[in-house]
């Protein structure tokens, strides 16, 4: 038989032995049925009839599964009307935060001046307390024996193409004497820039007794090209600054200014903490 055996020969011996199993015909049929149904996905059911989760769907195979239809409201009258108190809280609810997120959101924008104002009056931050009359600047009585040294800085953002810097290094002053000094500015490029500028004052305990009566501070400084100006700073420190019991060792402050380019939308920062 070896040298008679060919591959048609095993097809032969399949058929016959589907032919001598009683019952092979309708099987093939209904396997043959599946097969040419459109859709048909043999190896899925085979899987859901072993987990005994399958059943054949009504209609057309494929079909998109239907919604279930929307739970009528309740014919109720009290359950209606509780439904109708939920729904009038949930849009309470939601008046409530929205009115609260605005009302961050105007907060957010309106800290940095407000904060500045307050670092002004109060002179939190380093900042030099601003809002005082002629009355109390001409009754004001020098502390002769308190002499304080006042140093001056500048800064210049590194987006501002800027020469400034004070014409003075120092000057001695003593609490209840105004004192002027000068600080000058130049723009060197071949452009109109426009500045504006901060300050904050050390040590920030001090900043409560710096007064200053005429400055150039959160104020739009336009320099057209190569232009040089003087901008002066009239001040004084409060007579009060000899009798607090903190400033006792403080015999130096220094006053510092930085100058930012200013743009449309700039936000500056808060005056202490520049």
């Known amino acids: 038989m070896g040298g008679l055996w ?18 092979w015909w309708g099987r093939a049929v209904e396997s043959a049925g599946q097969v040419l149904r459109p859709g048909w996905d043999g190896g899925a059911e085979r899987g859901l009839r072993r987990l005994g989760t399958w059943q054949r769907l ?10 279930p239809p929307r739970r009528p409201r309740s014919g109720n009258p009290f359950q209606r009307a509780q439904e109708d108190e939920w729904r009038r809280r949930n849009k309470t609810v939601l008046t409530y935060v929205a009115a609260a ?18 670092c002004q009056t109060t002179g939190l931050g380093g900042s030099a307390v601003a809002g005082h009359s002629s009355d109390q600047i001409e ?5 002769k024996d308190r002499i304080i040294k006042v140093t001056f800085n500048a800064d210049v953002h590194a987006s501002l193409q800027w020469n400034f810097r004070p014409q ?3 000057i001695y002053v003593v609490p209840g004497e105004t004192a002027l000094a000068f600080y000058k500015a130049k723009n060197p490029t071949d452009k109109p820039v426009i500045g504006i500028s901060t300050y904050n004052v050390v040590p920030f305990e001090a900043g409560q007794y710096f007064n200053k009566i005429q400055c150039f501070c959160f104020e739009e400084q336009r320099l057209n090209p190569q232009e040089e100006v003087d901008m002066p700073v009239f001040f004084y420190i409060d007579p009060e600054f000899a009798e607090d019991p903190r400033m006792v060792n403080v015999d130096l402050i220094t006053l510092s200014y930085t100058f930012f380019e200013a743009k449309e939308g700039h936000t500056l920062p808060v005056p202490g903490y520049n």
Do not use: H
Not at 6 to 23: E, L, T, Y
Not at 101 to 118: F, K, N
């Open 6 to 23: 060919c591959p048609r020969w095993r097809f032969v011996a399949w058929w016959g032995r589907c032919w001598s199993q009683p019952g």
């Open 58 to 67: 009504s209609g057309a195979r494929g079909a998109a599964v239907q919604q």
């Open 101 to 118: 997120a605005v009302g961050m959101l105007g907060a957010s924008y309106a800290a940095v001046p407000l904060y500045r104002l307050y």
């Open 139 to 143: 009754n004001m009585v020098p502390v």
């Open 168 to 170: 003075q290094t120092e």
